[in-house]
């Protein structure tokens, strides 16, 4: 992983890490809800900027799919983000997305092994309506997270967005299925996100944490 604007933050914050990546569909399927998703992640970085330890331990990296995958934004702690600005259009590699996004993880973990930087165990957040172009190598992927999931080398929320079928696919990632965002309630999920993560910045490495269980504002859930 080359170098970027953030990796000098090892040296002079030597702050235990949160990493955490957002790995969005933002295929054309996504068009009447991609200004929610642009809110949504600027939610995420305020609720994280309004907590001091969080702000100096949770670094976010952004990973984009569609008919190609983009990363869009680097690990950075987020006193360097600004608000992102998504558009959708075209097919929806999800294989692809996700492969990048571990990679990046596996990238940043290295990172501080080399630096001697401790971190928690890292986060990734797939959001998508669940359509792949090639469900066969989901699979592959599916795989390798719910593997890392058991190892506990890997925290996984897949977020469904959508009324229709696809649910099913993003819950082979994890063991926990997927969650099925309610409406677009982009800003309430990635706001309890935030705080979730700050309840874990704050924790001791290995302790078992329970997170921020408000979640009325954004998940759909059968009752």
């Known amino acids: ?6 990796e000098d933050d090892l040296i002079v914050n030597t702050s235990a890490r949160v990493p955490v990546v957002l790995c969005l569909d933002v295929s054309g399927s996504m068009y009447d809800c991609i200004g929610e998703l642009n809110d949504g992640v600027e939610a995420f970085y305020e609720a994280v900027r309004k907590d001091d330890v969080a702000s100096s331990s949770c670094e976010i990296a952004i990973v984009t799919f569609g008919s190609s995958v983009t990363v869009a934004e680097d690990f950075e702690l987020v006193e360097h983000k600004s608000k992102p600005h998504f558009s959708a259009n075209g097919g929806t590699d999800m294989t692809g997305g996700v492969k990048k996004a571990l990679e990046l993880l596996n990238a940043r973990k290295q990172d501080y092994k080399d630096k001697g930087v401790d971190y928690y165990q890292p986060w990734l957040i797939i959001m998508s309506d669940g359509e792949p172009n090639d469900l066969d190598s989901v699979k592959e992927q599916q795989a ?11 925290t996984i929320f897949a977020i469904f967005i959508g009324k ?3 649910q099913e696919v993003l819950a082979g990632f994890s063991k926990r299925g997927a969650m099925n965002l309610k409406g677009h309630n982009f800003g309430e999920f990635f706001e309890w996100l935030g705080r979730s993560v700050s309840i874990v910045s704050q924790s001791q490495q290995g302790e078992k944490v329970t997170l921020d269980k408000d979640v009325s504002g954004w998940l759909d859930i059968d009752v």
């Open 144 to 154: 390798i997270t719910l593997q890392m999931e058991a190892d506990k080398k890997l």
């Open 164 to 166: 229709d079928r696809g």
């Open 1 to 6: 992983m080359g170098k970027y604007a953030g």
